[in-house]
């Protein structure tokens, strides 16, 4: 009867471990729960029927991503350091004649930049138009 008895106790022994173990896991989410509900009702603002606002609430914490946004051309660029390096020199004064020269290259640039690109817009029309009509046939 002895063999008997011990596994007997052995699971007593078990059980009791089993609702132990359980009873804490239980208890420990009821804290959970109560630790959520605690810092929800710290966070929440409790405002009044009729209660009149100024102005909308100032914003005191910093973003974590992206805080130190600079401006372009902000950034102190080995480049730039060697341009400002020495101030006393300027960019020469261009004469009349060159800015003529530069205005008009500029106009043929921008000019042939719009054929090239009306030439290419013509091209995936007419492509697009070519599919639609040999979709027509299948």
């Known amino acids: 009867k002895e063999a008997k008895v011990k596994p007997e106790v052995m699971k007593s022994e078990r059980k009791k471990n089993f609702d132990r173990q ?3 896991r239980l208890l420990k989410k009821k804290n959970e729960r109560k630790e959520k509900k605690l810092e929800k009702d710290i966070f929440t603002d409790h405002v009044k029927f009729g209660d009149v606002v100024k102005q909308p609430p100032s ?3 910093k973003p974590r991503k992206g805080a130190s946004k ?14 400002n390096a020495s101030p006393g020199i300027k960019p020469r004064a261009s004469s ?4 003529r020269l530069m205005l008009e290259e500029r106009a043929r640039v921008v000019k042939a930049y719009r054929d090239l690109k009306k030439l290419k817009q013509k ?16």
């Open 22 to 24: 359980r009873l804490d």
């Open 59 to 61: 914003l005191t914490a």
């Open 70 to 83: 600079e401006k372009p051309g902000q950034k102190s660029l080995l480049l730039k350091s060697l341009f």
């Open 96 to 99: 009349m004649a060159r800015q």
């Open 123 to 138: 091209s995936q029309t007419q492509t697009k138009y070519t599919a639609s009509s040999m979709n027509k046939f299948d």
